[in-house]
């Protein structure tokens, strides 16, 4: 029987919820696995092609785990988290430098003129970075000294809404990340997921654009490049962010 080569672990420190995790590189089989299910995304149309790509992202971290980061729950850590993680094990396993292919907006460079051509461009993934935007707040004043208190959306929040129409899964996920509500007298905490809904059916407008803003502002992956089309010669700005932009 061949020897079995011990992998390297490291420690990483999660952005949202502050836990610290060990983590291992991924192996070949592994980054098989990983590759069809990237296949997948991209063509993705049905709700199971959808749920078989998470799964596979969420099976492939949750066997890089540490046997001492028993205690994590994948489904239950902010999404924010589940995408540095991967982006960790990417660094960690296959190395910091992404190949991409970028062309212009609609085929239009940044003068009006028409170039189709895909000028190659490598991205170093140790440069991407967690944005914390410094309006971002978790506890969200609607006036009469009522406080909302919002948790981040996980996995599994984004995954029960999915079949969903927009303003059903815009409702939904609001409802999903209020964690609870607390006043000068108590902590409202024991609440069913319609009273929520309705809760949030009846606030003003002014009040759910401050819930709206918890969204826009949550921490994120993100990267902004600057790149020269090899064959125009123009200058191009483009800005990724979050999971798919980086790794589908």
Known sequence: ??????LPTYNIELPASKK?????PYT??????????????KGAKSEKDYQDVVDAYKNLIQ???????DNIKLEELPSI???YIFLQLRIKSVGEIVE???????????????????????????????????????????????IIVMKYPTVNTLNNLRGSSEIENFHEVIAYCVDYLYDKEQIYNDFTKTEIRDFISNLTKQNLEKLVTFFQTQPK???????????CKQEETVKF????????
């Open 28 to 41: 070949v089989a592994e980054e098989k696995l990983l590759l069809i299910a990237m296949e997948s995304a």
């Open 241 to 248: 962010e979050g999971f798919f932009d980086f790794f589908t």
């Open 100 to 146: 991409l292919n970028l062309r212009h907006n609609d085929g239009v460079n940044a003068i009006g003129e028409k170039c189709d051509h895909v000028t190659p461009y490598q991205l170093d993934l140790s440069t991407v970075e967690v944005e914390f935007d410094p309006e971002h707040k978790k506890e969200i004043d609607i006036g009469n000294d009522l």
């Open 20 to 24: 610290s995790i060990k983590i291992r």
């Open 1 to 6: 029987m061949l020897p079995k080569i011990p």
């Open 221 to 231: 992956l993100t990267k902004t490049i600057k790149y020269t089309c090899s064959k």
């Open 81 to 83: 988290d589940i995408e």
């Open 63 to 69: 066997a890089c785990l540490s046997p001492n980061s």
